[in-house]
């Protein structure tokens, strides 16, 4: 079994580095284009309990945490994220400029996950908790901005479907999704390939 903890030798972004993070942020654009009108057709549905719609949020945050274990460098979460986040805005995005405040918040947690573990541990909790922690933050960002009525009290009510999309769609998805993209070969040029593909 390969050792989860298996790092970059360098923080150095290389060319490929570069090309591979924006090929995901630029095609989680075009998933955040067409999520962001599944949301809007979707919300009748969680009309009796709207906070429950963020059990389907944990998408928007996929960039970020499968760019930071694809890349596996300082700023792949944050560029990633934040790069789908402008595609998505240019695209059409019904939030608009605040879509790329989102990328940068949403980034930015995730993040600060794979930076406390020194971009050395890439295991399933780990990805797992860069999810929740981007979740984390996106949930202050559109607590504030979106439901700034409701008051903490109604706030709290959105926490676990927000963390738990995070964790299972974001964090677990983006660490199997890491795994089958190393066993095509794909990423044979990252550690995440080298080391994945021997799991």
């Known amino acids: 079994m390969a050792d ?9 972004w290389r060319t490929v580095d570069i090309v591979v993070a924006a090929v995901i942020a630029v095609a989680f654009g075009v998933v955040f284009w ?26 928007w945050l996929i960039p970020a945490v499968l760019g930071g274990f694809v890349i596996r460098k300082p700023g792949a979460a944050l560029f990633c994220e934040l790069l789908a986040a402008i595609v ?26 794979f930076l406390l573990f020194r ?16 979740a984390a933050a996106a949930w202050v960002h559109d607590m504030i901005v979106y439901y700034p009525d409701l008051g903490v009290g109604g706030w709290v009510v959105f926490v ?14 983006s660490y199997y999704l890491t795994r089958s993209l190393a066993q095509t070969g794909v990423l044979a ?3 995440s390939g080298r080391s ?3 799991v």
């Not at 989860?4 to 150095?12: H, I, L, Q, Y």
């Not at 939030?95 to 930015?108: A, E, I, P």
């Open 4 to 12: 989860p903890r298996a790092s970059t030798s360098s923080s150095a």
């Open 88 to 113: 998505s805005a240019l695209i059409g995005s019904q939030w608009g400029l605040d879509t790329v405040v989102s990328g940068v918040v949403q980034g930015g947690g995730a993040e600060l996950v």
């Open 189 to 191: 040029s990252f550690p």
């Open 160 to 173: 676990p479907f927000y963390l738990v999309s995070a964790a299972v769609i974001a964090g677990i998805g």
């Open 196 to 198: 994945q593909s021997r």
């Open 34 to 59: 067409a999520w962001n009108a599944l949301w809007a057709t979707t919300s009748p549905a969680f009309a009796a309990l709207p906070a429950s719609q963020y059990l389907i949020s944990g998408v």
């Open 119 to 134: 971009y050395q541990n890439w295991s399933l909790w780990v990805a797992a908790l860069a999810g929740v922690a981007s």
